[in-house]
């Protein structure tokens, strides 16, 4: 029988009497609930997110299998929600095989480039078989919710007063913003000794010292602790921190250790400190949490396409 006529779909005939299997390329998703990038056990799957092929501009959900492959080299690249709000929402922690290939976590460049065939020819008189590969990948990802904080406009009206005064008293709330390297806008020490004096001292904080708008941050993100509102284990998204970890992901109690010790350092950070903008990239987190803009999901969040 000569090659040209064979009916399997597995196979097809080329110029020049080569015959080419087919590849098949499959892609699936996790959800990275701890945000470090490995599919730990217990991370779920996630169905119905869009991935593209090229060349060929092939988009299928997932979980996505791409057949029939001629031999080559391919990229897949992750879909970018279109729902309000959910583009910004969602992070790629992960994209690869057996090892990542993250350079950034953005949606927009999590590309992956593989090639869905073994170099191997097998040599058949008159016959070269060319065999295609069967691969996998997969990519990673997690998403951004509320958390739990309350803002400084909480913690500085009657109802955060009510809250630090849950057990009749505030001075176990005082006592613990007192131990705390908190500053004030020159740089000096913050130990409030009342509720009056600690939300003037939260109304008026301003940025002029970087230390000082820090300060006010931790303070109200340790009465959330505190409070139990949030939990020091949550995940946020925490970039330039020294606690984040390569994706830019820390929990809260270790941003709070480490704003408090940078604190206890530099007291006072004006325009031109060196130390600066790290403080900011600290406070940022803590406002954003906060502000309950930050905090990982423990579960996937809604996306649509």
Known sequence: MNPRDCKYDNFKVRTGDILVQYGTLTVDKFYDANANGIQDAGEVLIAGWDMTLNPGAWTLPTPASFTL????????????????????????????????????????????????????????????????????????????????????????????????????????????????????ENGTNFDPATYTQFRNWLLAGNATNMAYMLSVQLSAMELNVEATFVSSGAVIYAPGTTSANSLGFATVGAVMAEANTELGLHGLTLDGSAFRSYQEALKNALDNANNNLNFVSSVPCGFTF
């Open 69 to 184: 492959l001629d031999p080559g080299t391919y990229s897949v690249t992750e879909g970018v929600p279109t729902g309000p709000g959910e583009a910004a929402a969602w992070f790629i922690t992960y994209k690869g095989g057996s090892s990542g290939l993250l350079a950034d976590n953005l949606l927009a460049g999590s590309i992956i480039r593989l090639s869905v065939a073994t170099a191997a020819q097998l040599t058949i008189p008159n016959i070269s078989v060319v065999a295609a590969g069967s691969e996998s990948r997969l990519f990673g990802n997690v998403c951004l919710a509320g958390g739990g904080g309350h803002t400084l406009g909480f913690w500085s009206n009657k109802n955060g007063q009510a809250t630090m005064n849950d057990g009749g008293t505030l001075a176990p709330e005082l006592a613990l913003l007192s131990a705390r390297n908190l500053r004030n």
